[in-house]
């Protein structure tokens, strides 16, 4: 590997590594969210890994979400509209091929864009799922749990997630787009404990029936995760503000009780499991219990009164079955049948379902899996949003652990699955406003965005929002009908390719065709040059490790600017340019683009790889292995090599048609 001139240390990074990107939802197309807000910082970060670890190194899959109830809820509202989907399954593999083509468009270059319900998918998945199943209650692990579920008796049927509405139950939720067990900001609770429930079939009030699940409890992980968050959040491993959200699990199981009904409360206290008081603040009582068993009995004290709670974040047990027809199905076990998977566990297992099918395909075999998921030299970072942290942070490494055995521990024993690196990134909102698919405020298809913006310019405006610091905002300005005068916050930061890089790019070639036959200026790079492209190569690579995306970014942009800037000082392709001045100039510009190539290619692809056909280098021009090397070591020839003619007018960053 070529090494900088400096002895600055540079970070270490995995063998190996797996990049996930949270799987959309087989009803619909990708919204803006699911481009702007998953793919492409995930794409950003796995170009990136191929080319400092190399591309047989990494592995970057995801996939439709095909089971749950969106899409059971989807399917039926258009066949009651009288349209034609076909079946669930017709209805998933067209709503899956959508969203393949869209990430394409954006340049979204996955190993493996999967369906959890499409083969050659779906068999390695059951396989995988009748695995995770078996090995937990072998461990000792599952509990069989009778939980009351939503039943509309005038429809005559069970309601999944998605068919009954309600408000969060959580204290300091503001949500009133609850379903079932979860909230539209990510809560999770028990059906019984949702607020005024109603059916979205009929609009009736349903009624609670019993059924049995396999659950996985996730108290006794406490002691192991609780301080394993605790290193994550001294580490700076996993983003500040998603750990803080994880901790919240592990406080004292908490009831909370507005002040006006507390008196009832107290009245039941001998019907209620030991707690503590808590009157010192804000307009409710805390009650404080040892566990969250003890919330779930109090809580159905609470309901059986008549008395409204909310409850804070605990540690429930994690339902991993259902009783949807439309499902991964799940084995018999312990006297359970004809159970499915509910949702959510199966989509944690999803990626490693689609790496062990991926990997079969290539011809290897059905354990090749571990050496990316088992193997302490491989890393796996895994880019979610902000409302899904509770699944991908707690509830899989809850699951990772169990597999170990009856005894398991955060210092993972080789073989055992590795726990991840999340990266979490904040909401990104539409014209101020959080959009949902659902809700009022509805956001905008990836597709109808590429009406305005080419693919590249989007990217790096996405990628420029520091999603992985704070909520932002995404105002194009085509869509922004306050924004009739002022500047488009896409085009500002697709600039520096459009107009920048672009120019940097054609003034190089125009350059060296006119006064050097089209060969590479006969001069090295100035030791001023080389150091600045040094110090935005270090700087880019430590943000990247760091998991920085904006940073790294705004490194590649800066430098780009820099040698455009220094390029305009001298003109070397004006005649009247001293052929010394001019020749340092072209070395200097030439370097300068080939390292920029380097540092913007995981952020505009196309454009990047257009520059270096038009040099004539393969695949060594993307390589951190050779990323401190000047042009000329690229080649056998220097003095030699010819760099492909380029035409006038030529755009290797194109502006869109509509610009």
Not at 136 to 163: I, M, P, V
Not at 375 to 399: K, R, S, T
């Amino acid at each position: 590997m070529s090494e900088p001139l400096s002895s600055r240390a540079r970070p270490a990074f995995p063998a190996r590594a797996v990049v996930t990107a949270g799987m959309p939802y087989g009803n619909k197309g990708l919204h803006f969210g699911h481009i702007g807000g998953i793919f492409v910082p995930a794409d950003f970060f796995a170009r990136f890994l191929r080319d400092r670890l190399g591309p047989d190194n990494v592995l970057f899959v995801s996939g439709t979400d095909c089971y749950g109830s969106p899409i059971v809820e989807d399917h039926r509202k258009r066949v009651a509209a009288g349209e034609s989907p076909g079946s669930l399954l017709d209805l998933a593999r067209a709503n899956h091929e959508l969203q393949a083509e869209t990430l394409e468009r954006y340049q979204v270059e996955l190993s493996a864009y999967a369906a959890s319900a499409l083969e050659p998918w779906v068999s390695v998945h059951a396989e995988m799922g009748a695995w995770f199943l078996r090995t937990l209650h072998a461990n000792g692990h599952l509990e069989e749990r009778s939980t009351l579920q939503f039943y509309d008796s005038k429809a005559g049927q069970f309601l999944n997630g998605r068919q009954v509405l309600g408000h969060c139950p959580h204290a300091g939720c503001k949500s009133e787009k609850a379903y079932a067990e979860e909230c539209d900001l990510g809560h999770q609770f028990e059906p019984r404990e949702l607020l005024a429930p109603k059916s979205t079939i009929t609009g009736e009030t349903p009624e609670m029936r019993l059924v049995a699940n396999w659950y996985l409890p996730l108290e006794p992980f406490r002691s192991a995760l609780g301080p394993w968050f605790e290193q994550r959040l001294e580490s700076g491993d996993w983003r500040e503000f998603s750990v803080r959200n994880l901790l919240e699990y592990f406080q004292t199981p908490t009831i909370h009780v507005k002040r006006e009904l507390a008196e009832q409360v107290q009245a039941l206290t001998d019907q209620l499991p030991p707690h503590a008081l808590d009157e010192s603040r804000g307009p409710s009582v805390r009650f404080l219990f040892e566990s969250a068993g003890a919330v779930e009995e109090a809580a159905a004290v609470l309901a059986a009164a008549g008395i409204r709670y909310r409850t804070g974040k605990t540690l429930a047990p994690f339902r991993l079955t259902g009783n949807l027809d439309w499902g991964l199905p799940a084995p018999a076990l312990g006297g359970l049948g004809g159970l499915t998977f509910w949702v959510w566990p199966e989509s944690l297992w999803a990626p490693i379902s689609f790496c062990s099918a991926l990997l079969r395909a290539r011809g290897e075999g059905p354990e090749a899996w571990k050496r990316w998921w088992c193997d302490p030299e491989a890393g796996i970072y895994q880019f979610i949003g902000e409302d899904n942290v509770f699944y991908y942070g707690l509830a899989e490494p809850a699951l990772w652990l169990g597999m170990q055995g009856r005894e398991f521990s955060t210092d993972v024993p080789a073989g055992e699955l590795r726990l991840p690196t999340l990266v979490t990134n904040r909401h990104l909102l539409f014209l101020d406003k959080k959009a949902s698919s659902s809700g009022k405020v509805r956001p905008p298809m990836a597709r109808e965005l590429l009406e305005h913006y080419t693919p590249e310019q989007l990217r790096i405006h996405f990628l420029s929002l520091a999603l992985g610091a704070r909520n932002a905002n995404f105002r194009p300005k085509p869509l922004d009908a306050a924004n009739e005068r002022g500047p488009d916050p896409v085009l500002k930061d697709g600039a520096v390719l459009n107009k920048d890089f672009n120019r940097l790019c054609r003034s190089c070639f125009y350059a060296a065709q006119k006064h050097y036959g089209g060969r590479l200026p006969p001069a090295e790079p100035s030791a001023e040059l080389r150091a600045a492209a040094e110090a935005a190569l270090l700087d880019y690579e430590q943000a990247m490790h760091g998991l920085e995306l904006h940073v790294a970014v705004g490194v590649a942009a800066d430098f780009v600017r820099l040698v455009n800037k220094r390029w305009n000082e001298t003109n070397p392709y004006h005649d009247d340019c001293p052929e010394e001045l001019r020749a340092q100039a072209l070395a200097d510009g030439f370097h300068g683009m080939r390292v920029a190539l380097l540092l913007m290619h995981p952020v505009a692809p196309h454009g990047t790889e257009a520059v270096g056909r038009q040099l004539g280098i393969g695949a060594e021009l993307w390589s951190w292995e050779r990323a401190f090397d000047p042009l000329g070591a690229l080649v056998a020839d220097p003095a030699g090599h010819r760099l492909e003619p380029l035409p006038a007018q030529a755009d290797f960053f194109e502006p869109h048609p509509s610009q």
